[in-house]
């Protein structure tokens, strides 16, 4: 009982720490009002009544307790040239090997996806490389802040190892830094971008979500998805996103070309007036893959951890049924196991993309 009373008392601390500490402070723009950030067509989230009525009313499928890991992965330290090699270590964890940059998207090994790592959803499978397994990390993307995509205590763990460089949305920066103020962090806004290497650069692009640690920071941190740019091809890391539309997915488009690889998330989308505005369903995943212009997609963000109403293996199997309905190629969006590799092919004839516009440099 003392225990419970401890945690209790150490989590209304943080949140009240949570209310003074500072975000982002800057110029208002088109998806900043000078206090929080905007979405370009519907603000992510709903509001805590509705909360409420979801966690009272909530229907949940069937999960299981644990599922193993059929396989994990052990990946060679690094992949030159215009090779693609991605590891799905689970949720929205992927490890990616290119041009000899090593990146990794959201990484996640905790065992609970919340606050002290007790409280919030519990990983029902393992990762799907051991952390001691990773060859040296370059880089890591954090696409916002909800805890099942910022993992503090994994940062951490990469920057003690490896020193590895953090790129994440405006504001995240101060999450970052106030558990260690010696992590390596560059924070970017909607349509900046980040020279990592001759072959390789990061740019933020819009995302329909939205972002909060605590019920008192609430947008007050940018959410966003990548694009990689390098010279075998074009990758998109979408995060987590409603489909709103498809609106900032053709744009996208329009901006970097066509895709080597999407990298789309199919779960946590039930119910749907609860989910809509800041997750897709398997539905939307297939036709965002069409407004982008995907070579290839792989599928992310479900089966990990127990979030939302939807069962167990309901992503996967409507994802297929999507892909059938709208005449999508099943090696064209993939769905692998966690631990599994996939060597990505080289774009086809016809994908080439078109040389970007310069934007403005990281902050």
Not at 280 to 290: D, F, K, T, V
Request: neutral net charge; glycine residues 10%; charged residues 20%.
């Amino acid at each position: 009982m003392r225990r419970s009373y401890k945690i209790i008392a150490l989590s209304v601390m943080a949140l009240l720490l949570g209310t003074c500490a500072p975000y982002y402070q800057g110029p208002t723009s088109a998806n900043f009002d000078g206090e929080v950030f905007i979405n370009p067509v519907e603000q992510g989230g709903r509001s805590f009544g509705e909360f409420l009525k979801w966690r009272f009313t909530r229907d949940r499928g069937p999960w299981p307790e644990h599922v193993d890991v059929k396989a994990k992965d052990l990946p060679p330290a690094s992949v030159a040239g215009d090779r693609l090699r991605v590891s799905f270590v689970g949720h929205a964890t992927v490890f990616m090997q290119t041009q000899g940059v090593n990146i990794l998207t959201d990484p996640v090994w905790a065992e609970t996806a919340g606050p002290f790592g007790v409280l919030g959803a519990s990983r029902v499978i393992d990762p799907g490389i051991d952390f001691d397994k990773l060859p040296k990390i370059d880089v890591v993307l954090i696409s916002h802040n909800h805890y099942d995509h910022l993992d503090l205590a994994t940062l951490k763990r990469l920057h003690d190892r490896d020193g590895t460089l953090i790129v994440a949305p405006l504001g995240n920066d101060a999450i970052i830094n106030r558990h260690d103020p010696a992590i390596r962090v560059k924070t970017l806004d909607w349509g900046q971008k980040l020279k990592i290497s001759d072959a390789v650069t990061i740019s933020l692009e819009p995302a329909q979500h939205w972002s909060a640690r605590t019920p008192f920071d609430r947008n007050r941190a940018l959410w966003g998805a990548f694009v990689i740019e390098t010279k075998g091809g074009n990758i998109y890391y979408a995060g987590d996103t409603g489909y709103g539309g498809g609106d900032h997915y053709r744009t996208t488009r329009g901006k970097f070309g066509k895709f080597r690889l999407a990298l789309l998330p199919i779960g946590s989308y039930a119910p749907r007036w609860f989910m809509s505005s800041s997750h897709m369903n398997p539905e939307e995943a297939a036709m965002a893959h069409l407004d982008l212009g995907a070579a290839r997609s792989l599928a992310i963000h479900f089966g990990t951890f127990r979030q939302t109403d939807e069962p167990f293996d309901e992503p996967v199997a409507r994802i297929k049924a999507a892909r059938a309905s709208l005449n999508i190629a099943n090696n064209a969006f993939r769905v692998i196991d966690v631990g599994a590799a996939w060597e990505v092919p080289a774009l086809p004839s016809g994908h080439a993309k078109p040389p970007p516009a310069k934007e403005e440099a990281g902050r």
